[in-house]
Nanobody, 117 residues
Framework: QVQLVESGGGLVQPGGSLRLSCAAS??????LGWYRQAPGKQRELVAS???????YTGDSVKGRFTISRDNAKNTVYLQMNSLKPEDTAVYYC?????????????WGQGTQVTVSS
């Protein structure tokens, strides 16, 4: 049974940083990714990464967010720097995609990130 367990969300002031983690179990995946959904908006791809390093980062977070993974731990990370209020959303871990820009079938439960002063 596949499980994706996210951690690391919370409340942070504008300009601050957070690091999200997602531990996968039940399978190994070629592509792991992060999506986010803000209230009233569609879920959007934030970043994704292949098993051997190719990665995609969305334009809205490029230069501020970095995705990485530890294959030995079956874990993907999202380092978020210079956070802005518009980054406020529920962030979801995703697995099982066949290409970097498409979602796979497996989702985590989501972790809330709130950027506010």
């Amino acid at each position: 049974q596949v499980q994706l367990v996210e951690s690391g969300g919370g409340l942070v002031q504008p300009g601050g940083s957070l690091r999200l983690s997602c531990a996968a179990s039940g399978s190994t995946f070629g592509i792991l990714g992060w999506y986010r959904q803000a209230p009233g908006k569609q879920r959007e791809l934030v970043a994704s990464i292949g098993r051997n390093g190719p990665a995609y980062t969305g334009d809205s977070v490029k230069g501020r967010f970095t995705i990485s993974r530890d294959n030995a731990k079956n874990t993907v990370y999202l380092q978020m720097n210079s956070l802005k209020p518009e980054d406020t959303a529920v962030y979801y871990c995703n697995a099982g995609a066949l290409i970097l820009t498409r979602a796979g079938d497996y989702w985590g439960q989501g972790t809330q990130v709130t950027v506010s002063s």
